[in-house]
């Protein structure tokens, strides 16, 4: 006969895995998915189902990774005072993001921006059916005009201000020149040029109302991170800071790791 403290643990234990289970299923996911796209060949196409849409990727794990961020943890979870609100999705991947938002609010007007190849052409695929969507192949910057551009075709290309083996010359659009109107959300996810970006826009960010920026940055350089609070706090936003990513699980002690980044935030920005 099972005891009194066997019911107990099978009940913790059943009510643990349906809370877990009604987690992934938000995202599509289950076990054996997680394990499919864990060991997915890189660099393959394939599709994911996702709440009745093919979802086009070339990399398991950062789907997983995004799915689980947007779908899951539901960061870009918001609420407006309209129905149709104006959305600028700056680093928009292969469009997760996007579609989240548009599944939220089906009558938001986005424009997405993506200067990787391999990303845009998946962004492309993800997007063609959404109505008042507009998805441009450039860099997010302070200048119109071109740049170098590392196109890793995953989370991690980015804006080069040095030489690297997979940099390109691409077309950089100027932000500022997007912020002429009234933004109901500003999503920033451009790896390390946020600072300059957001410097360049100081005196447009009241036009914003909710920012999102998700900040890469060095110990050596920890002046920008005061200066993006600082023009927070003139343009009347309140915000709450969440680690990115752990990037020293023992900070006292960082012995030799060499991460990409020092500090990876997710910067929630609102008004009252």
């Known amino acids: 006969m099972p005891t009194l403290l066997s019911k107990l643990l099978t009940d913790a234990e059943n009510k643990w895995k349906s809370i877990l289970n009604k987690d992934l299923r938000k995202a599509g996911l289950n076990w054996f998915k997680i394990r499919a796209l864990k060991y997915s060949p890189e660099g393959k196409e394939a599709i994911f189902e996702l709440r009745g849409r093919k979802i086009h990727f070339k990399n398991g794990s950062e789907l997983l990774y995004s799915l689980k961020e947007i779908y899951i ?103 500022r020149d997007y912020l002429i109107e009234s933004v109901d959300f500003l999503k920033l996810d451009i790896e390390g040029a946020e600072y300059e970006v957001l410097k360049d826009c100081a005196d447009k960010l009241s036009l914003v109302k909710n920012l999102f920026i998700e900040y890469h940055g060095y110990f050596k350089n920890l002046h920008e991170l005061n200066e993006i609070f600082d023009l927070l706090n003139k343009n009347n936003f309140y915000y709450y800071i969440k680690e990115a990513a752990e990037t020293y699980p023992t900070p006292f002690l960082r012995q030799d790791e060499k991460p990409a980044y020092d500090i990876q935030l997710n910067i929630f920005c609102f008004k009252n």
């Open 73 to 175: 943890d539901e960061i870009y979870k918001i609420s407006f005072d309209t129905s149709s609100p104006y959305i600028l999705d700056c680093g928009a991947n292969i469009g997760l993001s996007l579609l989240y938002l548009k599944e939220l609010f089906p009558s938001a007007r986005i424009t997405g921006f993506e200067p990787d190849d391999a990303n845009y052409a998946l962004l492309e695929k993800n997007t063609a059916d959404l109505e008042n969507v507009t998805i441009l192949k450039k860099a997010v910057w302070k200048e119109n005009g071109t740049i170098q551009f590392a196109n890793e075709g995953s989370l991690s290309s980015k804006i080069v201000t040095t030489g690297a083996s997979s940099a390109t010359l691409i077309p950089s659009i100027r932000l």
